[in-house]
């Protein structure tokens, strides 16, 4: 692949599309990303710019091994798996909290170890050890509302965007952990030897920043 | 042509090219044993870069460990002289969970310490070094250069609780300015900021951070590491930057810290900095500076793959006369060829010409 191109890495999914559009937005369009087709890459010479649509979660990945030069990932990913990148800014798109949530009818019993579902073991780990508060973390890749449901666990820790699902089974979030929103990150040495072009790609995007 | 250094791979070159660079400035190579007693690293775990430590009981019951770091056992070996000055280097096997696997694993470790009573002189040659070497390994790096001592006075004139102060300090690390502003609304908080902007040349972004430094800690800090990097940049190390982000572990590191890169490998392959306070932790009343190098990643130099295995590929059969055969390849070696007998041709292997030996010695194979 050519040098001078800075490669990034896009979420896939409704996310990506909305981060694509900022930085179209701020000039780096590349039309053929939003024709219909089977294509994984898509560069713009005329822009400097190399698009990819990965999983959401391994964007980071992609960034911190230097395969992709910046890219686009959760905060919610960026603490649970800490790669080693820059996070350069905050898009403000993607809002939502991770939060903790249990049944309606859930009392705590601080007696107890809690038994805590989630995707996020670290986050959740970390979470409650600042609370000095004993659990047992139950890690499960997907469908985390069933657990407390089904008495696998007593809360769950998982991002919570409307809260509409919680409400369907029953569920309320608790307690807020960490507010969540997309956030550029860029590989440490490609920011080294692509400095300027990083940072003109981060500046135009900032312009296209909601508050 | 010679053939033992073509044969060498890159990082081999290298390991090579830093060891007569290191002996050409005085320095001495320090050997040491595989284990270590646990003790040692437990007492200084914030200092080893990763948490897992390989350990095992003796045969006299005490808990040892398979080094996972090289300074620490430095500072434990040097004897302390008023005056003396030890100049050491290493290229050693470490035992640490490397970042991208998480797994326990084997790393080459090349690196320099220079420990006693440090002056300004000693401290450009450490970093000299270090430039050096990084040019040794590929002439498109960069070697970034930040001092704690603006960093932390900076981030003390925010007067924030330990909690805010590592959250912050762990931002400057991430050049996150979002995070920042997020942590301190109630605090003004521009000279962080622009201590996350500033990386570049030296003497523009000593310049740009300057209106927040003018007393103080934070002056004599910026004083200093402009003092260091206009030596530098008079000895031509053209690599040589300044950005703050490089956030090193305070209890053990004080003044100049720095962190090497090569175009192509995506993480830092050397880091190094003043580790004043490591010394004093461990009971030495000197200074200390030092750098590593992580060799593993410099597998990642190749200098691509290799069109064939060997030159070339002697076929020979049963009736071969093998006194014959022996000396017809000993002479295509002695010619600097690469060589490879044997009696069938191995569909995997690549060779640039095939040749048959039969009763009149060497044929054309083709």
């Not at chain 1, 391994?58 to 910046?70: F, H, K, N, P, S």
């Not at chain 2, 310049?207 to 004083?223: F, N, V």
């Not at chain 2, 007998?341 to 083709?366: P, S």
């Amino acid at each position: 692949m050519a040098n001078n191109m800075i490669n990034v890495a896009l979420p896939k999914g409704r996310l990506g599309e909305k981060v694509y559009g900022m930085f179209a937005a701020a000039g780096y369009e590349c039309p053929s990303i939003l024709e219909p087709n089977r294509k994984l890459i898509f560069e713009n010479g005329a822009t400097g710019v190399r698009y990819f649509w990965v999983k959401p979660s391994d964007v980071a990945i992609y960034v911190e091994r230097g395969a992709a030069d910046i890219g686009v990932a959760g905060k919610d990913i960026l603490l649970e798996y800490m790669p080693e990148v820059y996070e350069l800014l905050d898009l403000n798109v993607g809002r939502c909290r991770m939060a903790v949530a249990a049944m309606k009818a859930f009392r705590d019993n601080p007696e107890r170890t809690l038994r805590v579902a989630t995707k996020f073991t670290r986050i959740a780990r970390e979470y409650y050890a600042g609370l000095g508060r004993d659990i047992d973390i139950i890690h499960l890749n997907g469908s985390i509302e069933i657990a407390p449901i089904l008495g696998l666990s007593d809360v769950i820790v998982d991002i919570v965007e409307t809260g509409k699902t919680l409400l369907e089974n029953d569920l309320e979030p608790i307690e807020t952990i960490v507010p969540i929103s997309a956030r550029l990150i860029a590989n440490k040495v490609s920011f080294k030897f692509h400095g300027e072009q990083i940072e003109a790609i981060c500046r135009g995007l900032a312009q296209q920043v909601k508050q | 042509m010679n053939p033992v250094i073509d044969s060498l791979k890159p990082e081999e070159r290298v390991l090579y090219a830093l060891r007569s660079l290191y002996q050409r400035y005085g320095y001495s190579q320090f050997k040491m044993s595989k284990f270590e007693e646990y003790d040692l690293y437990a007492r200084n775990k914030d200092f080893l870069i990763s948490d897992g430590v390989i350990t095992f009981t003796d045969t006299d019951g005490r808990l040892m460990a398979l080094k996972p770091d090289v300074t620490l056992s430095i500072i434990k070996n040097t004897r302390q002289m008023p005056g003396s000055m030890q100049k050491l280097y290493y290229n050693e096997n470490v035992y640490r969970v490397s970042g991208s696997t998480r797994c326990f694993k084997e790393i080459m470790q090349t690196g320099l310490e220079c420990i006693g009573d440090i002056d300004l002189y000693s401290l450009c040659e450490v970093i000299f070094l270090a430039a050096q070497s990084l040019h040794a390994i590929d002439p498109d790096y960069v070697l970034d250069l930040s001092h704690m001592g603006v960093v932390s006075a900076l981030v003390d004139a925010l007067a924030l609780d330990d909690e805010r102060r590592a959250a912050v300090l762990s931002c400057i690390g991430e050049k996150n300015g979002d995070g920042v502003r997020r942590l301190c609304p109630d605090r003004d908080v521009s000279g962080i900021l622009a201590l996350i902007a500033a990386h570049g040349s030296a003497d523009a972004v000593i310049e740009s951070i300057r209106p927040w430094c003018k007393d103080g800690a934070a002056k004599s800090a910026l004083d200093e590491l402009a003092q260091v990097t206009g030596i530098l940049n008079a000895n031509r190390c053209e690599g040589v930057r300044v950005d703050f982000s490089i956030v090193n572990d305070m209890n053990y590191y004080n003044g100049i810290v720095f962190m090497g890169y090569i175009r192509g490998i995506p993480t830092g392959v050397l880091s190094g900095g003043q580790y004043d306070n490591m010394m004093h932790r461990m009971g030495r009343n000197c200074r200390a500076v030092g750098f590593a190098i992580y060799m593993d990643l410099l597998e990642r130099l190749s200098d691509g793959p290799r069109p064939f295995d060997v030159d070339t590929l002697v076929l020979y059969d049963e009736r071969a006369d093998i006194m014959a055969l022996t000396k017809a390849v000993n002479r295509l070696t002695g010619e600097g060829y690469s060589v490879r007998a044997q009696k069938a041709v191995d569909d995997k292997l690549r060779y640039r010409r095939l040749l048959r030996f039969g009763e009149g010695g060497i044929e054309d194979g083709e």
